[in-house]
């Protein structure tokens, strides 16, 4: 079975301070990653995915994440955060059940960026 | 468009109301998924058609829920006898193909909010 945990339901940083949303997960093999973003009344938008290759992945906007099997996370971070920055964002696993690929997602972490 | 478009973006109905939302996938995307984020929660699968093969509908909550695409593009997604606990945002999702490509990514819509009033 494929899970995902969100550790932080609220995460709130200063502009211009690193900004760390946790995620951890649990899957039978090895995993497909993602995490997603979500502005106020807009649709998904993927940061970043991680597919067995290179554990640190780099994504849109100066996000990364790395793979870290012996812990099983996938900790989103930048060094830096900016205003624009805030929204809710949610970690995926990606699993296959029948001829289809499924996500599930994490509950959600609504990061706020304070001036 | 080069994105998935969701229509209506807003819907209000009266419990009891049949609701339609239309989902336009990307072109060229074989699989289509609905899902429904309500508040405070995350993604919850609904329904997923690949080409043209049965669809996978393990996720809808009640037999009032169903959903249909046709010519293998655009889906509906209905709720008869709406309740206020549909009140939702009803994303859909399109991927090229079944396994999403090498990946899995699915890109999505902007939603369909659905209030039942």
């Known amino acids: 079975a494929q899970s995902v945990t969100q550790l932080d339901s609220h995460v709130s940083v200063s502009e211009g301070t690193p900004v760390l949303l946790r995620c951890n997960y649990s899957?039978?093999?090895?995993?497909?990653l993602f995490w997603y973003v979500q502005h106020p009344n807009k649709g998904l938008q993927l940061l970043l995915k991680?597919?067995?290759?290179?554990?640190l992945v780099k994504g849109i906007n100066g996000f990364e994440a790395e793979f870290k099997k012996s812990e099983t996370s996938f900790h989103l971070t930048k060094p830096s955060a900016h205003m624009s920055d805030a929204a809710e964002y949610f970690c995926?696993?990606?699993?296959?059940?029948?001829?289809?690929?499924?996500?599930?997602f994490g509950s959600g972490t609504q990061l706020t960026v304070l001036p | 468009g080069a994105g998935v478009s969701q229509s209506p973006s807003n819907k209000v109905t009266e419990k009891g109301k049949d609701v339609e939302l239309r989902c336009d996938p990307i072109?060229?995307?074989?699989?289509l998924y609905w899902y429904r984020q309500s508040l405070g929660q995350g993604l919850e699968f609904l329904i997923y058609?690949?080409?043209?093969?049965?669809?996978?509908k393990s996720g809808l909550p009640s037999d009032r829920f169903s959903a249909e695409r046709t010519g293998g593009s655009v889906s509906t997604l209905t709720i008869q006898r709406t309740q206020q606990e549909d009140s939702a945002v009803y994303l859909c999702?399109?991927?090229?193909?079944?396994?999403?490509?090498?990946?899995?990514?699915?890109?999505f819509g902007p939603g369909t909010r659905l209030t039942v009033l």
């Open positions: 991680y597919t067995s290759a290179a554990t």
């Open positions: 995926v696993v990606s699993y296959i059940s029948g001829s289809a690929r499924q996500l599930t």
């Open positions: 899957s039978s093999y090895s995993p497909s």
């Open positions: 999702a399109s991927s090229w193909g079944g396994r999403g490509g090498s990946s899995g990514e699915q890109f």
């Open positions: 058609f690949q080409g043209n093969s049965a669809p996978d």
């Open positions: 072109s060229g995307h074989t699989a």
